[in-house]
T-cell receptor, first 108, second 114 residues
């Protein structure tokens, strides 16, 4: 059973702080890793994808991948109240396996 | 609108009726995926289709559910004889190619079975 686990929330950070979201996966052969943001009642929105070990930065977002540890993370710098949402980690290609999500709350 | 389109956005069906959910992929995308999100649960893969072919249906319930993606027109997820437990948000995603390409989601169809 392929699994994706995310650290349980909710995660609360003050405005301007760094939010750190973590995810582990069980399938060592996984090649593709995605972070989606989902606002309540809305559809998932792709915010980052990463395929190689290391860091990938896009604006305030940094995705980090460590295949040896089967670990992927998302850092959000200068967190804003508008970042408050559920963040979903997804692993796979074709069929995506999603984690349960981590709810992030950014307090003004 | 170049995004993934789904319709209807909201669908109410009585137990025993049929539900048909439609998905038009992003322009240039020929790979479609259906996911279901039950209340207070995570997103679960249902089926992956390419034009006229089902590539992976490992997440589809064995009975009452079917999907197609014809040569012309949108992809259709069909649920026959709906039950209350089918009430959920159904999302369609599309990608430009197979395998590791990123998937972009449509707005979803919220199905309510009364």
């Amino acid at each position: 059973q392929k699994e994706v686990e995310q650290n349980s929330g909710p995660l609360s950070v003050p405005e301007g702080a760094i939010a750190s979201l973590n995810c582990t996966y069980s399938d060592r052969g996984s090649q593709s890793f995605f972070w989606y943001r989902q606002y309540s009642g809305k559809s998932p929105e792709l915010i980052m994808f990463i395929y190689s070990n290391g860091d990938k930065e896009d604006g305030r977002f940094t995705a980090q991948l460590n295949k040896a540890s089967q670990y992927v993370s998302l850092l959000i710098r200068d967190s804003q109240p508008s970042d408050s949402a559920t963040y979903l980690c997804a692993v796979g290609g074709g069929k995506l396996i999603f984690g349960q999500g981590t709810e992030l709350s950014v307090k003004p | 609108n170049a995004g993934v389109m789904q319709n209807p956005r909201h669908l109410v069906r009585r137990r025993g009726q049929e539900a048909r959910l439609r998905c038009s992929p992003m322009k240039g995308h020929s790979h479609v995926y259906w996911y279901r999100q039950l209340p207070e649960e995570g997103l679960k893969f249902m089926v992956y289709l390419q034009k006229e072919n089902i590539i992976d249906e490992s997440g589809m319930p064995k009975e009452r559910f079917s999907a197609e993606f014809p040569k012309e027109g949108p992809s259709i997820l069909r649920i026959q004889q709906v039950v209350r437990g089918d009430s959920a948000a159904y999302f369609c995603a599309s990608s430009p190619g197979p395998g590791p390409y990123e998937q972009y989601f449509g707005p979803g169809t919220r199905l309510t079975v009364t």
